[in-house]
């Protein structure tokens, strides 16, 4: 399994725990996890385009969720960042050699991958029966509420920055409007 | 997951098929799976370190099941095979980056990864459920007779092409003892 499941999931409840108009880019998510900011970009495209998240365009844009946290399981986060296929592969060694038999012998999968599947079935049941509003709730209830606190504060820094940034390159902002967390929601 | 998984699960149900006195080397279950011989024999090393298989020395050597088929998972050969490590890595991003707080907050084990392992757990009880005793009764139950009938006739060529080989590089063997299967049991 690639490490960018790991990165997907830590973005995907930032995500979900974020004011519901805001949108983090993935250089900021990758800021605030410290992973490589090319390889979690990658690892997102490939949640948009499975339909997790969305990516929001403009100068506030960013990262968010597609749909609800609850609507979001730890399986299609795996399949997206991960791929479809099975971890089992059967490469139908038993059509192969001295023995095998025609093709008609093999109408039936084998029972070799079939057993395999059987408990790749078994682990897709749980992780689809875990969602990122599930990490949410956990992560609330056991993580320090001063690290929720800080994590917040982060949260809220990026916004101001990012207020005060377009300001600067917005030739047509109103004097003063500069780096008010309080204003910044109001600009266009 | 390893394509070694597959042909050394392959290479246990045809183990576990053998007369009680014999054995096959990795060159010949290659042969009989058309697999690179290097790569199975790298594979069955690992079953043989995990007692899974052993490995009998001599003319007639090769490779035999150290334990009854009941008694060996598929779960033991995917954890012989592919090692013993999970394929989730958690590697504790929650502590990396500008909001982590001191280790002392990260005692209980991240939310993210226990929801991984949890599905990882269903996937090992899955598999510790099947043995390779039921992948042979299942391929006896659903493999095509006159293929099951091919597979053993080419074993014993195996062990006859053995004994012709064995007899001709033994200057003592008595005369006339080259190559019947009926007797080559009885050589030493």
């Known amino acids: 399994m690639s490490e960018g499941v790991e990165w997907v999931l830590h973005s995907c409840t930032v995500l979900a725990a974020l004011p519901s108009d805001q949108a983090l880019p993935a250089a900021k998510l990758a ?52 791929g479809e296929d099975t971890a089992f592969r059967c490469t139908e060694i038993r059509q192969q050699g001295p023995v095998a038999g025609p093709p008609s012998c093999y109408r039936r999968p084998c029972g070799i991958a079939r057993a395999m599947w059987r408990a790749e079935d078994a682990w897709r049941a749980e992780l689809e029966a ?30 101001v920055a990012r207020g005060r940034r377009r300001t600067v390159n917005e030739p047509r902002a109103p004097q003063g409007a500069t780096a008010n967390p309080t204003t910044r929601r109001s600009q266009p």
Not at 38 to 62: E, F, N
Not at 134 to 158: F, K, M, N, R, S
């Open 31 to 82: 800021e605030l996890h410290d992973v490589a900011p090319a390889y979690l970009a990658k690892h997102l495209q490939a949640t948009t385009a499975a339909g997790i998240t969305c990516s929001v365009a403009g100068p506030r844009g960013g990262y968010r969720l597609a749909r609800p946290p609850a609507e979001i399981t730890l399986l299609d986060v795996v399949l997206a960042v991960d």
């Open 130 to 159: 875990t969602t990122i509003a599930d990490l949410v709730d956990e992560l609330l209830a056991t993580v320090a509420p001063e690290l929720l606190q800080a994590g917040a504060e982060w949260v809220q820094q990026v916004e």
